[in-house]
């Protein structure tokens, strides 16, 4: 970590030093907020994408009603959350 943060300070430097007598000032705030961050994971990233997908696909159907055959939309939804949930429970069981 301490390798990391000299790369960055250097770089900083670099990018925002105007003169080489000058001192590099920088100003920042912060403050720290409690939250519930929800960390990406390969089977959230794939329920995201099927969603999405599945958005498209009725966006379509609405505007073309030629297209058939798409007419359990919503159970296509259900089938796909309920299998994203059980490889999550699968997931969290190996963790501990």
């Known amino acids: 970590m301490h390798e990391l ?6 770089f900083g430097y670099e990018v925002f ?3 080489e007598a000058a001192a590099l000032c920088c100003m920042t ?6 939250s519930n961050v929800r960390f990406p994971t390969d089977y ?10 599945l958005d498209m696909i009725g966006k379509f ?3 073309w009603l030629e297209i058939k055959k798409w ?3 919503c ?10 949930r ?10 501990f």
């Not at 705030?29 to 409690?34: L, T």
């Not at 159970?75 to 994203?84: A, D, E, F, G, V």
């Not at 059980?86 to 963790?95: E, P, R, T, W, Y």
């Open 5 to 10: 943060n000299q790369v960055i300070v250097e």
């Open 17 to 19: 030093k105007k003169k």
């Open 29 to 34: 705030d912060s403050f720290v907020v409690e």
């Open 44 to 53: 959230n990233l794939l329920w995201d994408s099927a969603r999405k997908s």
């Open 61 to 63: 159907l609405k505007k």
């Open 71 to 73: 007419r359990k939309i």
């Open 75 to 84: 159970n296509c939804y259900s089938k796909t959350k309920s299998q994203m």
């Open 86 to 95: 059980a490889v999550g429970k699968i997931d969290s069981c190996q963790l």
